[in-house]
Each structure stands twice: as structure tokens, then as C-alpha cells.
């Protein structure tokens, strides 16, 4: 029979008691993007993913068609992602390896700062549902937390337009990286996230005026 190390056991003690004191400081700030755990291995209770997750959502005064239409168009990013604070705008996209309708295809996101991310699209239901994933950051603070990230769109028509729900989470890279990127997640995603819902909200209600000849 295998034994296992006193080692081993001390460091699942201490990465157990790291995750609980997380949760706990969690917990304490009033605000604070939402973590989950998720266990990866029923005999290591430690093996865990930790998820960091936000939601915002807006009212837009036109159909879940118009809005769905918007927001998933290839060039859409620029428009909409302008910055927040030290979060920089979106400046391009580049090497789209299928059609943004379609589940699967995938591009290169570049930013102000020079920075590059992996887009994916996967999943596209209009105009009720649309999502995608995030990975390979370049910027230096979110490659140390995390992994990669979704977004999920939701689109539903109400009274006075359409409800749009827009949930992003990032995966961290440990336990001890949940804590400061929710923090980032409170602080300034939010931040990133309304900005872009502002843009939408603005730029759809702009009147198209025709060109002069």
C-alpha cells in the first residue's frame, strides 16, 4: 500500500488553509466580483479551480436583433472596448480563422498598450445568446492570475428594448491569484465593462446620417 508523505500532507494543509482564508477575505469586501471553487480531483480536496466572475447589464432602447447584430460584428471591438483607466482600448483584431457567426473560429485581439490576446467564439445563437472565451494574455498582471476567461451575452426583449446580460469570468491560476484578481475584477473590469455598454447604448442610438457626394 502507498503511503502518503507528511510532506504532501502539509502542503495540501496549507493550500486548504490559503483557500479558506481567501473565501473568508472574499467574503469581507463589501462588493467584491464574485468566487467560486470548483474541485478537480475527489481525492485531493485542494485540486480546485477558482473562478472570478462579474455581471453587468443594460437596457437598450432597440430590438435583441439590432443589439445581437452589434455586438458580435467583427469590427465591433475598437468601437466599444475605448479603455478604462489603466485598461487599455482595443485597437484592432487580426487572423480570423472562420466567420464570428460561427462557433469555433478564433482571432487575435490587439490593444493600446501593444498587448495581443486569443479571442474564440463559442457559442452564437441569434440573436438570443452569444459567447466566447479569452486566453493567452499579453498583458503582464492578468498572464500571473489567470488562465483564461469567458464572456456570455444574453439578449432578451422587454418592455423599452432589450435586456442585455453580460457575464465575464476568469479562471485564476491558483487560489492565492483569486483574491487580487477579484479585486482587479471589482475595481477596474466593471469599469472596462460599462464603458462598453455606454458605447453600445450610444452608438446605437445614433442616426445614421448619409455621406455627402
Not at 152 to 171: I, K, S
Request: charged content about 15%; proline content about 6%; overall charge positive.
Amino acid at each position: 500500500m502507498f503511503k502518503t508523505s507528511p510532506l504532501r500532507n502539509r502542503n495540501r494543509a496549507s493550500r486548504g488553509f490559503l483557500a479558506a482564508g481567501m473565501a473568508s477575505l472574499a467574503t469581507a469586501i463589501t462588493g467584491c466580483a464574485s468566487i467560486s471553487t470548483t474541485s478537480n480531483d475527489a481525492n485531493d480536496p485542494s485540486a480546485k479551480t477558482y473562478e472570478v466572475a462579474i455581471t453587468r447589464t443594460a437596457l437598450i432602447a432597440e430590438t435583441p436583433d439590432k443589439v445581437f447584430a452589434f455586438i458580435v460584428a467583427e469590427d465591433v471591438l475598437p468601437k466599444v472596448l475605448t479603455g478604462y483607466g489603466p485598461l487599455p482600448a482595443v485597437v484592432r483584431t487580426s487572423g480570423n480563422t472562420g466567420p464570428w457567426t460561427q462557433a469555433g473560429s478564433s482571432r487575435v485581439v490587439h490593444l493600446a498598450d501593444g498587448t495581443t490576446a486569443q479571442e474564440q467564439v463559442t457559442h452564437y445563437a441569434a440573436p438570443s445568446a452569444f459567447a466566447y472565451r479569452v486566453w493567452d494574455f499579453g498583458n503582464p498582471v492578468l498572464k500571473r492570475l489567470a488562465t483564461q476567461a469567458r464572456g456570455a451575452w444574453t439578449f432578451e426583449p422587454v418592455d423599452g428594448g432589450t435586456q442585455v446580460t453580460w457575464t465575464y469570468t476568469f479562471t485564476a491560476r491558483n487560489a492565492a491569484a483569486a483574491l487580487p484578481l477579484s479585486g482587479i475584477t471589482q475595481m477596474l473590469w466593471r469599469g472596462y465593462m460599462d464603458v462598453c455598454l455606454a458605447n453600445t447604448k450610444r452608438l446605437l442610438a445614433t442616426p445614421v446620417t448619409a455621406s455627402k457626394t
